[in-house]
């Protein structure tokens, strides 16, 4: 197809190619080619709206099961633990769709619908188009300034100049009147002074649908992040990491660049005030001068938790002490290194395993996670391990660190397995 089809949406039509392709074990590169997408678009498809079918009967998937010696009796501390991976299902194309084993597999199966994506599709694209840019109280607010004025025959135009508070424009305020958002507090646009005198019509359900505030990331891109690092500035790659997002625990995840050293604090609550918060007690255990020596930039993703921007960069008594960047929508790549990381700590805490049954309760808990996780030598840092580095380049920092809880392991003894906090 035309390499113009990139940046359109995806049709019934092209869901079927898809799904062709799946049936036929294609890759997504492939798919994306016939298609004159981009693969990441094609992935990105396939794991939104791919259903699972199937639901694997063993308590984990564990790719030893066959074998097992423990009565299959699985737990995230058996030392024969494996976690299952399908090339198919969780690499490429990644769907069951026309897999000659889906008959026989026992673990997880997950098929793709076109004609249930594009059902879906349709329906969030809808909804995320409708809805009134703010909350009830809010509306509550403007209403109450507007609907005496506006009876004295004053504009719109009139009140928000005399009324800064309210944040919207006039416009806007012409389009509620006319879709009675004001109507349960006795508004409507009949209060106009110029409207034509007749009942308004039935409206629709007021639907609030407050949107988020980006103001926070303007000069904050990753573009603004390249601008202004230089080969002298410190950059700390910040992210969260967790299984369950409806109870946690949470993990807020620093990962030191010059050294490779990852730090962590665990937080009951996945919120933006809990990342501010972790931000403050790292700069705590650190120090003021430790913290904005080598957290001079802070990168994160674009989560809703690290939304307080202003707030991290600002510490006690209103005195800068950081620069907080954000990466691009759905580029985890520009802080691959910290994401990398994450996989040691996969290792000893797998995902779709509950975190506290497994022993993750508590900070300390997690101090002795990440003691091993840099504990363990990289090739990258020539057979160091991060802690290693980090002791020699900044014995300060590894100071603070050591104080804190993190130790050093001697590498025979290093455990990246799930029954380390057994």
């Not at 889906?102 to 249930?116: A, E, G, L, M, V």
Request: one cysteine or more; aromatic letters at 10%; charged letters at 30%.
């Amino acid at each position: 197809m035309a390499a113009a089809n990139k940046n359109l949406h995806l049709t019934l039509e092209e869901r079927k190619i898809i799904l062709k392709g799946i049936e036929s074990a294609a890759s997504k590169t492939d798919i994306a080619n016939t298609l004159g997408k981009d693969k990441s678009t094609i992935g990105k498809e396939i794991k939104k709206y791919r259903i699972k079918v199937y639901s694997c009967h063993l308590p984990l998937e564990c790719a030893n099961y066959k074998t097992c010696r423990h009565y299959r009796n699985c737990r995230p501390e058996c030392i024969d633990f494996k976690q299952f991976r399908c090339n198919r299902r969780d690499r490429s194309p990644g769907a069951c769709n026309g897999c000659p084993k889906i008959h026989t597999c026992r673990f997880d199966k997950f098929k793709y619908d076109p004609n249930q994506a594009d059902f879906y599709y349709r329906k969030t694209l809808t909804e995320s188009r409708l809805g009134i840019n703010a909350t009830r109280e809010e509306i509550e607010q403007m209403a109450v300034i507007l609907k005496p004025l506006l009876r004295k025959g004053q504009s719109p135009f009139h009140i928000l100049e005399a009324h800064p508070e309210i944040t919207v424009c006039e416009k806007t305020i012409y389009n509620y009147l006319e879709a009675n958002v004001f109507g349960e507090f006795g508004l409507s646009n009949l209060d106009l002074r110029t409207q034509v005198k007749r009942r308004p019509t039935k409206k629709k359900k007021v639907c609030y649908k407050k949107r988020q505030d980006r103001k926070y990331l303007a000069g904050r891109s990753y573009k603004d992040y390249l601008d202004f690092c230089e080969e002298s500035t410190r950059t700390c790659q910040m992210d969260t990491v967790y299984n369950d997002i409806s109870c946690g625990p949470f993990m807020q995840t620093f990962k030191f660049m010059d050294s490779s050293f990852l730090f962590a604090l665990l937080h009951g609550e996945l919120n933006s005030q809990n990342m501010l918060s972790g931000v403050g007690k790292l700069e705590s255990i650190l120090g003021p001068q430790l913290f904005q020596k080598h957290c001079e930039v802070l990168l994160s993703d674009r989560g809703p938790e690290f939304t307080k921007a202003e707030e991290m960069e600002t510490g006690t008594g209103g005195i800068k002490r950081c620069h907080i960047f954000y990466c691009d929508p759905m580029r985890a790549d520009q802080k691959g290194s910290l994401e990398n990381n994450h996989k040691l700590l996969r290792y000893i805490l797998p995902k779709g395993t509950d975190l506290r049954a497994l022993g993750l309760r508590t900070q300390e808990d997690l101090n002795k996670v990440l003691s091993h996780v840099n504990s363990t030598p990289r090739e990258k840092l020539g057979g160091k391990s991060p802690i290693e580095l980090l002791e020699f380049l900044h014995p300060e920092l590894y100071t603070k660190f050591y104080e804190f809880g993190i130790r050093k392991i001697p590498k025979d003894e290093v455990t990246l397995k799930p029954f380390l906090l057994k």
